[in-house]
C-alpha cells in the first residue's frame, strides 16, 4: 500500500490530488493551514473513492517545526511514507516598491522553506526503504515571471531549482523528485479576478481556457507511480501551451 502526505489538501489543485490517488488506493494524509472542515470533507471523499486510510492533520507551515513535524505525523498515522506532494502555498500580491518585508517573508516560507523542510524529513524514510516519489507543486509564473508577484514567483522559480538538485541528490536512492508548474486553473484563486483580468489572461493562453484542478492531479498521479521511475528533476508545465517549451 502507497502512503503519501499532500500539503494544503483542504480545496483547489491540492483536493483534486488527493481524491486522484485515492482512485489508485493510496494511503493518504490530508494536511491543511485552517479549515479543518474543508480537509474533513476531502478525507471523506477519499475514502468513499477508495483509499483504505486517511489522516487528517493540521500544520502551520510558516512555522519552522510544524512543517518538519508533519512529516513525522503523517508517517505515524500511515505506518510510513513513500509519497510527498508539496502543494501548500499562499499569494501576497502586490508591486515591489508597495511589498513589505513580511509579504515577502511570508510567502517564501510558506511556498518555498516548507518544502524544503518537509522534503528533508520525507528523504530520510524514503532513503531506508531505497524508494520515494517527491513532487513539487510549482506555478508557470516561476518560469515566466509576473508582474505584482515578485515574491511568488521567486518562491516557486526556488522551487524548482530546489527539485532539481534534490533529484541529483537522490536519484541513486530510487527517489525521484520532479516539478509540476500549473498556468492559470480554474481554483478559488482564479474564480476571484475580475472579468477583464480573466479575459486578458485567456487571450495569452493557447488552448484558449483555463485548467481543470483535475489535469493537474492526472500528472502529478504519473510522476509518484512506479511507472514514471526515470522521470526525474523534470519541471512539467500544465498551462494549456503558455509557456514556451
Not at 508582474?147 to 518562491?155: D, E, K, W
Not at 527539485?163 to 527517489?175: D, L
Request: proline fraction near 3%; hydrophobic fraction near 45%.
Amino acid at each position: 500500500m502507497r502512503k503519501a502526505l499532500i500539503t494544503g489538501a483542504s480545496r483547489g489543485i491540492g483536493r483534486a490530488i488527493a481524491l486522484r490517488l485515492a482512485r489508485e488506493g493510496f494511503a493518504l494524509a490530508i494536511h491543511y493551514g485552517k479549515n479543518r472542515e474543508k480537509a474533513e470533507e476531502v478525507a471523506e471523499e477519499a475514502r468513499r473513492l477508495g483509499s483504505p486510510l486517511v489522516a487528517v492533520l493540521g500544520a502551520n507551515l510558516l512555522e519552522a517545526e510544524a512543517a518538519s513535524a508533519l512529516v513525522h505525523q503523517a508517517a505515524e498515522a500511515l505506518g510510513g511514507l513513500d509519497t510527498l506532494v508539496n502543494n501548500a502555498g499562499i499569494t501576497r500580491d502586490t508591486l515591489l516598491v508597495r511589498m513589505k518585508d513580511e509579504d515577502w517573508e511570508a510567502v517564501l516560507e510558506a511556498n518555498l522553506s516548507s518544502a524544503f523542510r518537509t522534503t528533508r524529513e520525507a528523504v530520510k524514510l524514503m532513503m531506508k526503504a531505497r524508494f520515494g516519489r517527491i513532487v513539487n507543486i510549482a506555478s508557470v509564473v516561476g518560469l515566466l515571471g509576473n508582474p505584482g508577484q515578485a515574491n511568488y514567483v521567486a518562491s516557486k522559480a526556488g522551487l524548482i531549482g530546489f527539485t532539481r538538485a534534490v533529484a541529483k541528490e537522490y536519484a541513486a536512492r530510487g527517489i525521484t523528485v520532479n516539478a509540476v508548474a500549473p498556468g492559470f486553473i480554474e481554483t478559488e484563486m482564479t474564480e476571484g479576478l475580475p472579468e477583464e483580468v480573466k479575459k486578458a489572461y485567456l487571450a495569452q493562453i493557447p488552448a484558449g481556457r483555463f485548467g481543470k484542478p483535475e489535469e493537474v492531479a492526472e500528472v502529478v498521479a504519473f510522476l509518484v507511480s512506479e511507472a514514471a521511475g526515470y522521470v526525474n528533476g523534470q519541471t512539467i508545465c500544465v498551462d494549456g501551451g503558455l509557456a514556451p517549451h
